[in-house]
């Protein structure tokens, strides 16, 4: 489900808590020796900013979108607490006229942390915007639910369609160098929402520079 209200409301009824928690991502976190200070970083449909206050505090020059602006306050709470500055935006990434040009090619790093709220054709526009947004020789990294997920039921979507497979990821960023890609179990506690042992892929790939 990709739809603000429905964003809004879930933030909203989380009240002072954070529904994802406040620490980063696994997945994302076991990357911190990449993540040189001053690269620039975009994280995509970053909610209450946990993963960009996060890379923020590694030196990094962040930015994050996220369609809730109630997720996008909170974020910027976050961002006060540690200390650190992110620009936040309120967006729709899979609008037809997002990432605006001026932001092609300008991320050494895009990130997306579960952002499976979207089946098969919604996914392809999802990754061609966060292509477009990584410079040559930049990286995407992504961290999902594979299939296995809908049977611990531990958070994330509940119809296969919006999960991934390697296969599906290979496809996905055939066009790329593809440095990892692992599907592991793992035990999550990231807030509310994702609690528990879950099924898990990771993905790194790198856009080529011709």
Do not use: C
């Amino acid at each position: 489900m990709y739809e603000k209200n429905f964003w809004n409301e879930r933030y909203r009824d989380a009240g002072e808590q954070y529904l994802f928690g406040t620490e980063p991502n696994l997945f994302l976190a076991g990357h911190v020796d990449q993540f040189q200070p001053g690269s620039r970083a975009l994280l995509v449909a970053d909610g209450e900013g946990r993963n960009s206050v996060w890379l923020a505090r590694q030196g990094l020059a962040v930015a994050a979108l996220d369609i809730s602006a109630i997720a996008v306050e909170k974020a910027r709470r976050l961002a006060l607490d540690h200390g650190v500055a992110v620009d936040l935006v309120v967006g729709d990434m899979i609008a037809a006229d997002w990432p605006p040009k001026q932001l092609h090619d300008a991320f050494d790093w895009v990130i997306g942390i579960f952002i499976q709220f979207i089946g098969a054709e919604g996914r392809a526009r999802q990754f061609a915007a966060m292509k477009q947004l990584t410079r040559p020789g930049g990286r995407i990294l992504l961290q999902g639910y594979a299939t296995a997920q809908l049977a611990f039921g531990t958070g994330g979507p509940k119809v296969v369609e919006n999960l991934y497979t390697q296969a599906l990821l290979r496809d996905a960023f055939s066009d790329w160098e593809i440095e990892e890609l692992v599907e592991y179990e793992e035990d999550v506690t990231e807030g509310s929402a994702h609690s528990g042992r879950s099924a898990l892929i990771g993905l790194l790939a790198r856009k080529p520079t011709v």
